[in-house]
């Protein structure tokens, strides 16, 4: 089975706070990607990386940014945490080798900045 | 600037009747859909897809139906049990990408 693994399920930070949320995958995947969760409106794409020492931007990167040194890890961080980016922090990752497949998901983290 | 749709939020329904969740897009080149399902405080989990090559694809229970002229597809739970009462997303991805683009949600409850 393909595990995607988050550091947290819960975090509390405080604003201004500099936090690392670390995203683990054991399948090899190439891709990696990070999304957060907001109600009525989905999920939205943060950062993205399609191999090591690689990164996109998403839809949503501002106030963001990710480090993927290892294949099998990527890691997003927030610069400088606000009040709005209190969400549910979803990491997922696809295989290279086919089109068509699905993304594996992590269990989330939710975040909350006081 | 929402490239995929769930034009419903929330979608009740009695247990053993059918579910008929819908999902519409607007990138032409969208060509592969997903259905993921999500419990609070849980990662979503893989449900069914379907290629645009195919308009329909079946697993079990679930069945999901593309309409590519109207840039629309449906995802069918028959029938529906407790266990399904959860969110349901709609994604979609690109020719030659892996991205992958997700519409709000519909919070599905099955009532006994």
């Known amino acids: 089975d393909v595990k995607v693994t988050q550091s947290s399920r819960y975090l509390v930070k405080r604003t201004g706070e500099k936090v690392f949320l670390e995203c683990v995958q054991d399948?090899?995947?190439?891709?990696m990607f990070w999304y957060r969760q907001d109600p009525g409106l989905g999920l939205r794409l943060i950062y993205f990386s399609y191999d090591v020492k690689m990164k996109e931007k998403g839809d949503i990167p501002e106030g963001y940014s990710v480090s993927r040194e290892k294949k099998e890890r990527f890691s997003l961080i927030l610069e400088s945490a606000s009040t709005n980016q209190t969400s549910m922090y979803l990491c997922a990752s696809i295989s290279g080798g086919l089109r068509n497949t699905e993304a594996f998901f992590g269990q989330g983290t939710r975040l909350t900045v006081v | 600037d929402q490239q995929v749709k769930q034009n419903s939020p929330s979608l009740s329904v009695q247990e053993g009747r059918i579910s008929i969740l819908n999902c519409d897009y607007t990138?032409?080149?969208?060509?592969?859909f997903l259905w993921y399902k999500k419990y609070p405080a849980e990662g979503p989990t893989f449900l069914i897809s379907?290629?645009?090559?195919?308009d329909k694809n079946e697993d079990g229970r679930f069945t999901v139906f593309l309409n590519k002229s109207a840039k629309h597809l449906s995802l069918h739970i028959v029938p529906s049990q407790p266990g399904d009462s959860a969110v349901y997303f709609c994604?979609?991805?690109?020719?030659?990408?892996?991205?992958?683009?997700f519409g709000a949600g519909t919070t599905v409850t099955v009532r006994a």
């Open positions: 379907i290629s645009s090559i195919k």
């Open positions: 994604a979609a991805s690109a020719r030659n990408d892996y991205k992958l683009s």
């Open positions: 990138n032409s080149m969208f060509d592969y």
């Open positions: 399948m090899d995947h190439e891709n």
